[in-house]
């Protein structure tokens, strides 16, 4: 079974909570905005495409709460829930497509205004859906039985609307029946792979293996590795690839023992203002995630500490992107 | 100032108990052998020249402690301490050196053989605290001020009777007024290099960043990698080095972006039994390991784990070897 992280239920919004996995499975319906902008805070939805669609949900809830349907009310409501996370760029797309949506139909009547923002979540729900689902079905063409898929970081249901990207192409091998075994990178510093990634796939019946993140280059050293699937944050025009830190690495690994490397990504992710992955600048987080887990010191109290968010795989070590509009070729040669 | 694991400190053993770093820095004084054999199994001395001289000092302790010379006592003993930790080669080692010398001498007066046990043990600690200077001593020349040197797990004053070897280096280099820089790889599964490198270079003054293993790719790529040190459990004939899981990694990464990789280990370490790496055996560790953190679970309830305790670089990827005879070249051609 592959879980759901977002899912509408008659007029209530139930969330995963992901900060307890994976201990606990534990889902909660919500019917106040207010409380689904505290989910947001908290981590509870994660990934881009779900927190913009949970945030798109909460608007719709938030303007039934209030019964307001004045254009003054649904854009102060709309710019609460925008400041839930304000860097989130999915978040704000979902809430002024939904306004834009608004503003196109103002003639309305309040009852079919209401209609309207819950028709355009939902629709942002259901297109990432199926972009899901068609980045998986060209991806898996890639892909037989017998193979042994590498992936770094957390890109599946609980990340999207849908089954994934990068784990969407795996989940769809898995339900064209073809035995694939997929091993899973720890991901640190947050630990996306162990916590959520080994978590979903085993849920949904597919054989996973868990290993820590240096562990990557002796697995393909003994052949164990027939490819790689990553997602990305951002593709520049060259095809530079921004993406979890760790995934340069991988695919520097990648090439040398040459397996191929697959980024998994929207064509939404593609970004045509930027020339190339120099140009992308990349922020520090925050030194107690390297230096502290779960709220044990591991290592001396202010200790200096590199801790990129992302790093940029250049397109000369890609094999090819797999989006929802067909596979298109990168730069590696082999 | 360079911390000392172990130190003699008249007829007792001081052992720096480090289960407990980073957050404290706690010395005990031992005078029953029985208490040392705990401190050995359960981890507080680590690394396989520490607990060799520890196990070396023990045997020392229990036979002033039980007043008995005979060569019975001494090989029971022995063999109790040997069983604290059994494939700790090192421990062997020592107890067989120090057993083999009392045979040669048994002829003499009690008071003489509880004498020779004692500086057999301090000739055990002083060769390693020697083997540890030469190699840095030879490998600083290796160094320049200015250097950025990235390092994997910990082969330092923790480990050793000295200053380490891989560490070694670098101390002998701030010694010698070099202005370096070490980035600390954390060494998932058991964060040698977050819990001891950063915490022992950090006190001695050494400018270090800690960086979770899967940044090292990004740093060399952004050009803040000047040189790669590391240590070896074994090397082969061929000079295939095996070493904490993750060495490999850093090696291809080391080689792409055209850093030098250096190994630091004493000739002892050198296994002319052995011709290449592929004899090898790897043993998997425990998979609570990586799926557990101080207890807290990270990963889901019987996940598969795949968890070697090292891996082996293969002799083309090492550009020379730091030993206590001199450096010898590694087979990297660049």
């Known amino acids: 079974m592959i879980v759901k992280a977002i899912e509408r239920v008659g007029d209530k919004i139930r969330l995963l909570d992901q900060t307890r996995l994976p201990s606990e499975e534990i889902y909660r319906d919500y019917d106040d905005y207010k409380e689904v902008i505290e989910a947001i805070k908290r981590l509870e939805v994660r990934g881009a495409p779900a927190i913009g669609i949970s945030a ?3 608007l719709a809830l938030a303007v039934g709460q209030t019964g307001d349907t004045s254009r003054a009310n649904i854009v102060k409501l709309a710019e609460e829930i925008k400041a839930a996370r304000p860097t989130a760029v999915n978040l704000s797309w979902a809430i002024d497509r939904i306004l834009e949506k608004v503003n196109k139909s103002f003639s309305g009547k309040p009852e079919d205004i ?25 991806g898996a063409d890639l892909f037989k039985s017998g193979d042994s898929i590498l992936t770094h970081c957390n890109t599946g249901a609980l990340a999207t609307g849908g089954i994934g990207t990068a ?14 075994h997929v091993y899973a990178d720890e991901t640190r510093p947050l630990l996306q792979g162990a916590r959520l990634t ?30 790689v699937i990553v997602g990305a944050d951002r593709i520049t025009k060259n095809g530079d690839t921004a993406n ?26 593609f970004d045509r203002t930027t020339e190339t992955g120099d140009e992308i600048e990349i922020e520090q987080r925050s030194p107690a995630e390297v230096t502290r887990l779960f709220g044990t010191p591991i290592a001396p109290e202010g ?25 298109k070729p990168g730069g590696r040669k082999e």
Chains 1, 2 share one sequence.
């Open 56 to 58: 798109a949900y909460a």
């Open 114 to 138: 209401l209609q309207l923002i819950w028709s355009e979540a939902a629709a942002i729900h259901e297109e990432d859906r199926l972009m899901c689902r068609r980045i998986g079905e060209f």
């Open 167 to 180: 784990l969407g192409v795996i989940y769809t091998c898995h339900q064209q029946g073809k035995n694939i």
């Open 198 to 227: 080994a978590w979903e796939l085993k849920k949904a019946g597919i054989r996973v293996t868990l290993l820590t993140d240096n562990m990557a280059g002796m697995l393909m050293r003994q052949g164990k590795i027939s490819q």
């Open 244 to 269: 979890k830190i760790g995934t340069y690495s991988v695919a520097v690994l990648a090439k040398v023992h040459g397996i191929p490397f697959y980024v998994a990504a929207p064509m939404s992710t």
């Open 303 to 327: 200790i200096e500490v590199f801790s990129p968010a992302f790093d940029v795989t250049p397109d000369e070590l890609i094999t090819a992107f797999i989006t929802d509009e067909g596979i």
